[in-house]
């Protein structure tokens, strides 16, 4: 049967569609196999090893610090399975935005596009849902030194109830999100027949895609603000790396002592137990040397600790910086920063129009910002000319939740300076957020291709709909998602201007350059 008549089939008789010889199938599959191999491959691989750390790194120069469960301080078995999600729900997010393409414009044989898709959605939801958040929580309470393979029976049975109760509460929190929070304002009126499991699935972690990239933009958009107009730094040179670098090595050095005299003591103590009840109760009324040893060393441990991530952070906001500076004097980097410039600029608009609409709605319930955004126009009217018969205030709305995303791309240098400042004021911020840095990445781009498909699902001509919807299922309502992605954008935005204004009111001079106290400050424990 020629090609033609064969998708024509497909279309008209479903039933033969859906009933092709396994060869046929295999074959036609093999576009979305390699599309998974391909990015699971290269994320491992490449990006992996850049948000998680190489392998052992955290030992840092010999220095391997207790209780420390970041993904490269687990077991290297837990590490392969962080490694594992991740490339997964990166591989598994690149084949659903094949897929529903494939549903749009009709190519590749339907059978294969169902078997595709019911592969690919329950799998991707069981990550996002279960898998991904179950290997965060474990990693949480291990860092609190509890861990389900200790050796301590009682250890154990603590960190397993914490764990099932951490992914219970999760769980729970997620299905009351779409039964009872949001439960009357999500859908279209047209869309009121029962919801089957995935589609209650999917809806939820539109939503949650859509308040986290409108969070993140937000965060993107005054980060950008800040570090274009609101600080000047002084010139970095290669001395202040240097200096920094010593301050690091003074505090591995010092951890290295520590660390050994740690074990001297527990071995001491394992070697020399109190025996019997009467030589406990006199031991806790006079005190033991090496048990008040022990615990002070596990503090001063934990003080040389946070010093040395404090420490890393400083010394890569410099390295930067002094990037920075040096390429601003090429040509190269002169564009660079005038499209920075341009972008701020655009930022400081989005959330001045934004406000504005905001505060529209109380008098105009309809007004909205995508309609008004120079940008979601142009990128509208162009797909209005490529087919007369879209809505482009559809488009707008759609092009609108995509743009956020490249927002974050762009100002991702920003974000991450204006992150790292924040850690000053909460040291242990970076290095929690470092445990899980690589599994939440991948979450956020798994959530955004979702919520995207589902934005996109609700602004399609009908029978484009009606093909994307087999694949996707309950479209999210339109006016309610602008309303709730504006609503996290600004709160996001307010939150991050306050502060930074809060820590330049606390920090002062300190909050916007790094100076070199804490390289004092190891060289005086060093000397002490």
Known sequence: MPPSLEDDCDECMPEYALHRSPMTVAVSALPFILTFLVVAFVVSHRLF?????????????????????????????????????????????AVLVELILCEISNTVNRATRTL??????????????????ALEIHSVISRAGLNIGGEKK??????????????????????????????????????????????GCLERIGIIGISLMASLAGFAAISSLWQTFGVKYRPVTESDIARKQAGIQATNDMLMTKESRLRAVERKLSDNPQQGFMGRVVGSIRGNPDVQERNTLQL??????????????????????RQSQLRSHTAHGRLINMVSYVFAIYCAYRILATTVTTLRRFSSPNANFSSSDPINNVLALLAKHWDPTI??????????????????????NSVLQTFFLFARVVPGLLYHTKTNFALI???????????????????????????????????????????????????????????????????????????????????????S
Not at 65 to 71: A, E, I, K, R
Not at 118 to 131: M, R
Not at 465 to 487: H, N, Q, V, Y
């Open 391 to 412: 809505d482009r205030v559809a488009w707008s709305r759609t092009i609108s939740f995509l743009l956020s995303g490249v927002m974050l791309l762009l100002s991702f």
């Open 300 to 321: 001063e441990i934990q003080g040389l600790e946070t010093m040395r991530h404090t420490l890393q952070n400083s010394m890569t906001v410099l390295q930067n910086r």
């Open 49 to 93: 090893p850049i948000l998680s750390g190489p392998h052992g790194k955290a030992h840092h120069d010999g220095v391997r610090l207790p209780n420390s469960t970041s993904l490269n301080s687990l077991r290297p078995n837990a590490r392969s399975v962080a490694s594992i999600i991740f490339s997964t729900n990166f591989a598994l997010s």
């Open 154 to 199: 009682g250890r154990r049975r603590v960190a397993w109830v914490l764990e099932v109760c951490g992914l219970a509460a999760w769980l729970a929190g997620f299905w009351y999100l779409g039964r009872g929070l949001l439960g009357s304002y999500l859908h279209e009126e047209s869309y009121v027949h029962d919801h089957t499991f995935s589609e």
């Open 441 to 527: 990445i991948s979450q956020i781009a798994a959530t955004y291709v979702i919520s995207s498909a589902l934005l996109l699902r609700s602004n399609l001509p009908p029978e484009m709909k009606s093909k994307i919807g087999d694949a996707l299922g309950a479209p999210l309502e339109p006016g309610f998602t602008e309303r709730w992605f504006e609503g996290w954008f600004l709160t996001a935005s307010a939150t991050t201007m306050l502060g930074l204004w809060v820590g330049k009111r606390l920090k002062g001079r300190e909050w916007d350059d790094d100076g070199d106290g804490g390289d004092g400050d190891v060289e005086m424990g060093k000397r």
């Open 116 to 133: 595709a898709l019911k592969i690919t959605l329950p799998s991707l939801l069981f990550l996002l849902i279960v898998a991904t958040p």
